[in-house]
């Protein structure tokens, strides 16, 4: 490291020193989830694994394209290679495969075996990070391949990038956008599509096509509709009135659309599920009644079928009725906001409550801040308060491992420069 940041100034990583595992890797995570660039973190070999803790759980659930390097005991004792092992503690940490205390939560995991080829493995994790669903991916080496001699190389690093966005095949095209604008309750259920800001606009466009088509964001990760669009339905985990009385729903990019015991859609209605990971691979019980589903990337499949429907004559004619439920959509919205600005009141006898606190956070902060929401329970009445509306201000930790605020927000204030202000909001748990 020293010798990279002498010789390479101009190229070379910034490293910034944290004690504190977890914290490390949710500024990490913080500071990838705004910029969608990848960020590395290293450890001290299983012990600085483990130190990771409930970071990893929460980089997996929300998209955060993170590498971790750890180190691996040295796997020679009587100086047969160079890094041979000189501490007691070199046998304690020496565990049978180190990479399983965190493998499941990660896109890729491997070990780093020699010098000579370093670059492509480290390129390889990279692809998995960065490829749709984005994620965290681990390597870990022994002190003898990284003391290892090797002849400088180079690679080109035009060859190691992401796989690319996939489109919704034609016929799936025609199929869902008949079924949209035929439907007469239509419902768009999302929570991570809008780590992509232009599949914001494009979902914005799809809604103003289709004049009366409802969203509804899960929370996942990123604010993924403007709060203050007449088809924004705010946000809500999983339970909503519009989910039961809808006749056609779209899931892009979500985890758990609804909870089945306590909200289900009604019996008939045409669900659609477009998703990066549409069968949750790493999750073992797992399913949605749609009737189709697909891999795709979400903010190319919105811009599809918002094309399809601009230019086909049958649609935009039925469209064209559709004024009413468009004036509708602006009066309920309207009464939405109403009904949250009632709540952001005081006590009379002076005490507060969650409403009145955020909407006075939203009142005086910049217009432009960043919020690194981690408030559990709270999130839907923070989330009615703040509003958000434009891409990359709203970020929710989206997992359940609770203390990734404070790091993340760190990360992000990184990425977002000393003159965009972030704030940080942490609830119960």
Not at 56 to 78: D, Q, W
Request: glycine letters at 8%.
């Amino acid at each position: 490291m020293v010798k990279g940041q002498k010789e390479r100034k101009d190229k070379f990583p910034r490293i910034i020193t944290c004690p504190n595992e977890m914290v490390a890797l949710s500024m990490a995570d913080g500071y990838a989830r705004l910029t969608s660039k990848p960020q590395c973190v290293i450890v001290h070999v299983d012990v600085g694994t483990q130190g990771l803790g409930a970071a990893v759980h929460n980089a997996s659930c929300g998209r955060a394209p993170v590498l971790i390097f750890a180190g691996l005991s040295p796997y020679t004792c009587e100086g047969e290679y160079r890094g041979s092992r000189t501490e007691y503690i070199h046998w304690i940490q020496d565990v049978p495969d180190q990479k399983q205390i965190i493998s499941q939560y990660c896109r890729y995991t491997g070990e780093i075996k020699a010098g000579r080829n370093i670059k492509q493995i480290v390129g390889r994790a990279l692809q998995f990070a960065t490829s749709a669903p984005a994620g965290p991916v681990y390597l870990c080496g022994a002190r003898e391949v990284m003391e290892e001699d090797i002849e400088p190389y180079e690679l080109d690093q035009a060859h190691w990038g992401a796989v690319g966005k996939a489109a919704l095949p034609e016929n799936a095209v025609q199929e869902i956008a008949e079924a949209l604008v035929g439907a007469q309750e239509p419902l768009l259920i999302t929570g991570y599509c809008g780590r992509d800001h232009d599949a914001v606009a494009q979902l914005v466009n799809l809604a103003n096509t289709v004049q009366g088509l409802r969203v509804l964001d899960t929370g996942g990760s990123d604010m993924c509709f403007p709060a203050d669009h007449r088809s924004s339905l705010g946000l809500r985990y999983g339970i909503h009135d519009r989910i039961t009385s809808a006749d056609v729903i779209i899931i892009a990019d979500c985890d758990v659309p609804w909870i089945p015991v306590l909200c289900r859609p009604k019996r008939g209605t045409r669900i659609f599920h477009l998703d990066s990971d549409p069968l949750k691979q790493q999750m073992p019980v797992f399913y949605i009644p749609a009737e189709a589903r697909y891999k795709v990337d979400s903010c190319t499949a919105f811009n599809q079928l918002h094309t399809y429907i601009s230019s086909t004559p049958s649609l935009t004619d039925t469209l064209s009725t559709y004024k009413p439920r468009w004036d509708t959509l602006e009066k309920e919205h309207s009464d939405r906001i109403f009904a949250i600005r009632s709540l952001a009141q005081p006590s009379s006898d002076s005490s507060f409550n969650t409403s009145y606190l955020v909407s006075r956070l939203r009142h005086y902060l910049p217009s432009d801040t960043i919020f690194a929401i981690e408030a559990v329970t709270l999130t839907a009445f923070v989330a009615d308060q703040l509003l958000p509306s434009v891409p990359g201000t709203w970020l929710n930790c989206g997992g359940g491992g609770l203390g990734w605020s404070g790091g993340a927000a760190l990360g992000i204030k990184l990425a977002a420069g000393p003159k965009r202000f972030v704030c940080a909001i942490v609830g119960d748990g």
